[in-house]
């Protein structure tokens, strides 16, 4: 089994060294007040965030944050090639997830960062089994 590392953190903290890591912007929405031109991150990947309806809910109180986080991660295993490119990144050393939430860990970073495991342990498990059953196998691995 392998260890993976991934962790969380807010996009406006100050950017924290990560030895050989990707900082990974997991929002939908750009951060506000932020330029492009200076992100402190190697990429923005927003079609792993929560769909507009459930963010929504969710920030306006509609729904509290298990029936959140429950959602969203019925919307990730509904659509699992969304978590292929995190996957790689992760494959390939730390990942530091980013949010312009407030309190990352009652974002919806903890759900992600989960899944993105969970995906990665079912791919070790077909891979060990020699049943690769996708590319997501072959990232990082020697023939």
């Known amino acids: 089994m392998h260890d993976y590392a991934i962790e969380l953190g807010r996009i406006y903290d100050a950017p ?6 990707m900082r990974i912007l997991a929002d939908r929405l750009w951060p ?9 991150a190697d990429e923005w990947y ?18 509290d944050y298990d029936a959140f986080a429950a959602a969203y991660r019925q919307q990730l295993d509904g659509s699992p090639d969304t978590l292929v490119p995190l996957m790689r990144h992760v494959r390939q050393g730390p990942v530091l ?3 312009a ?13 989960q899944a993105v495991l969970d995906a990665l342990a079912a791919e070790d498990r077909a891979c060990e089994d020699g049943t690769r059953s996708s590319p997501v196998c072959y990232s990082g691995q020697t023939q």
Not at 32 to 39: E, F, N, V
Not at 101 to 113: A, F, N, Q
């Open 101 to 113: 939430s407030r309190d990352p860990g009652r974002s919806h970073l903890p759900v992600l960062c």
């Open 16 to 21: 924290s060294p990560l030895a050989g890591g």
């Open 97 to 99: 997830l980013l949010t």
């Open 32 to 40: 506000r007040g932020m330029a492009k031109a200076t992100l402190p």
């Open 46 to 63: 927003r079609d792993a965030a929560p769909e507009p309806a459930l963010r929504s809910a969710y920030h306006h109180g509609e729904i």
